[in-house]
């Protein structure tokens, strides 16, 4: 059997939104639906798998909430149930920047369609900025976006200041436009880059996962992977499951070569993180992974955490 996985999120006003979780999560466990979904008073996020009727059933649910009638998903397929529980969250934000007052449903950049995005950013006055965190640009972007090096979303405002500073010093003021994952993170980035004053922003709509559904690969600029929330961990450009698999002691992806690396031992360390975890963390490390085999040979799975701080 094959899953069918729907990655979504909607910025829409949703002020009942603690009153409603306890139906949702109850609908989609009625549905067998597992995935996380955050909900909070700026919308939806989330990412759910199931069959393909559970899911679509599960969006229909979704999409009668008033305000998210229009929500939209991007689809791919898994041979192998991506996640292991269903978790309907409340939060403040549906994806966390941390600056009050950056409303998306207020104020937001262009949308651009995925098959108008090659033409807008072969544009020389256009600036492309990757809003994504570093371990997810390090196995994936378009050709010639710029990497802000960020390890969480939060740190985004601060970076692009910074940038913005650079520009003015260098007396730019090209077009910027920017994108992620699924589109959230940098529809959000657009509200928050209007806000500081800058006009000409763009954004990809449905992000990179609906670019690699409607773009023909002979055509992409997309080069190498792209990265996911779950335990494919990453995704070609026909979004079949990528070569890389999450190392469980620093949440980063690890591709075929690392794991070929001695410093590459399964659960505990990989080549990026080997400098960074004390002989208590590892031997904690090596514990976790011992319960994980034993889980295997049961046939049962085990609830391993995809990073220290999970």
């Known amino acids: ?31 067998g639906i597992k995935g996380s979904v955050l909900i909070a008073e700026e919308g939806v996020n989330g990412t759910i798998a199931g069959s393909a009727e559970s899911v679509e059933a599960a969006l229909a649910t979704l999409r009668a909430l008033p305000g998210a009638e229009t929500l939209e998903a991007k689809f791919s397929e898994a041979d192998a149930m991506p996640f292991p529980r269903l978790k309907v969250r409340l939060k403040r934000e549906i994806v966390t920047m941390g600056v009050p007052g950056t409303d998306p449903n207020a104020l937001v950049g262009t949308y651009v369609k995925p098959e108008d995005w090659n033409a807008l950013i072969s544009n020389p006055d256009v600036v492309l900025i990757d809003t994504r965190n570093e371990y997810e640009v390090s196995i994936g972007t378009f050709e010639g976006a710029i990497d802000p090096k960020t390890e969480s979303f939060r740190e985004f405002p601060a970076w692009f200041r910074d940038f913005r500073t650079r520009l003015e010093t260098e007396g730019r003021t090209p077009k910027i436009a920017m994108f992620c994952t699924g ?13 500081e004053g800058i006009e000409d922003v763009f954004h990809l709509q449905g992000g990179i996962l609906k670019y690699l559904e409607t773009v023909p690969e002979p055509e992409t600029k997309w080069h190498g992977e792209c990265y996911v929330f779950d335990e494919r961990v990453s995704v070609r450009h026909d979004l079949t499951q990528g070569e890389h698999v999450l190392c469980h002691a620093c949440g980063r992806p690890v591709s075929a070569e690392s794991r070929q690396s001695a ?33 295997r040979t049961r046939g049962e799975r085990h609830m391993a955490p995809k990073a220290e701080d999970a």
Do not use: W
């Open 263 to 295: 410093d590459y031992v399964e659960g505990i360390s990989c080549p990026a993180c080997i400098g960074e975890m004390t002989d208590a963390q590892r031997a904690r490390f090596a514990e976790r992974q011992r319960q994980i085999e034993l889980a």
């Open 183 to 195: 589109g959230i993170r940098c529809e959000k980035a657009t509200s928050f880059v209007k806000a």
């Open 1 to 31: 059997m094959s899953f069918r996985v729907a990655a979504f999120y909607k910025f829409f006003r949703f002020p009942d939104y603690t009153e409603r979780r306890a139906a949702l999560a109850q609908r989609f466990c009625n549905l």
